[in-house]
């Protein structure tokens, strides 16, 4: 090794730069196993009211979250201040595995899907007889929607004192919905059953009745009640958030016995359902899908589909008629 050598050795090492000294990376995350477990109620302006046992606390989203987003009627883990004291506020670290989750998009052609209600056993379709009129086609599209969620739909018929149910009750008796039909001051006895045990969601457009239902079968609710616009016939939007009340028990039931609960939504006037695929909504018919496994592949089971299982079916006498196209009339809602 020569003098010069030696030099440029020495110049690299005068240049060298000192090495950051940085903390380990570490992949572990808290451990919130311990944190109390609670179910969020309502949810106002990035506020959380979460149920906890018998309290209802107030709880953000923690950061962790990032953009998780958290719905009614989800389970969580909570932290922080959970006394439910005024003016405390703890902070929600995990969303529970969902069992459902219902959904809907703005429109047929929006990507965004909006999920309305987490957990959700029972859908409970509020519509009006007269003032306004049925939309039977609002109706359709909220049972797709049920059924891609994979959660049981009950109709509830209001205003029956201003109109017959006769043409809805044919509509939908072949599809095997549960039924109620409802007038101001009936015995919701017979309702009050098919929703004990249950968490049921109550959706519907705006003006059927639905907050005067929920008044009804659950006193002190105070839910506010709007009029039907003369002009339009669409009812004002009186609800801006969903809630979950709890069903009162009833008399004879031991004390501290939950009945169930209901889930009130704002009124909807539009019901997209670009989310939803044929295949899971023939899945919730187990003796029509019987009949579709040999379907071309992507047959949307729709009246004129090419060689629809449904349609063969049909002709050899296996499938009721009427229930195919009552069945067809309510996919093609969302086609």
Known sequence: MTWFDDLRTDEHEAFERPRRRTRPRTKDRPDYSDAEIGMVVTVDRGRFQTLIGDREVTATKARQLGRKGVIVGDRVRVVGDTSGDEGTLARIVEVEE?????????????????????????LVIVTALADPPPRTGMIDRILVAGYDAGITPLLCLTKADLAAPDELLAAYEPLDVEVFVTSPGSDLRAFWTAL???????????????????????????????????????GRHTSTSAIALELPAAADAAPGTRAGWVIDTPGVRSFGLSHVSPARIIAAFS?????????????????????????????????????????????????
């Open 98 to 122: 969902r069992s459902t989750v219902l959904r809907r998009t703005a429109d047929d052609d929006d990507p965004y899907e909006r999920p309305i209600v987490a957990n959700a056993d029972q």
């Open 196 to 234: 004990a045990g249950h968490r049921t969601v109550f959706i519907g457009h705006s003006g059927v009745g639905k907050s005067t239902l929920v008044n009804a079968l659950i006193p002190g609710a105070k839910r506010a009640i709007g009029a039907v616009n003369e002009v339009t016939g669409r």
């Open 287 to 335: 003796d029509l899908a019987a009949f579709t496994q040999d379907c071309p592949r992507g047959c949307t089971h729709v009246e004129g589909a090419p060689e629809c299982g449904l349609d063969a079916a049909v002709e050899r006498g296996e499938l009721n008629p009427e229930r195919v196209a009552s069945f067809r009339r309510m996919i093609s809602s969302g086609q």
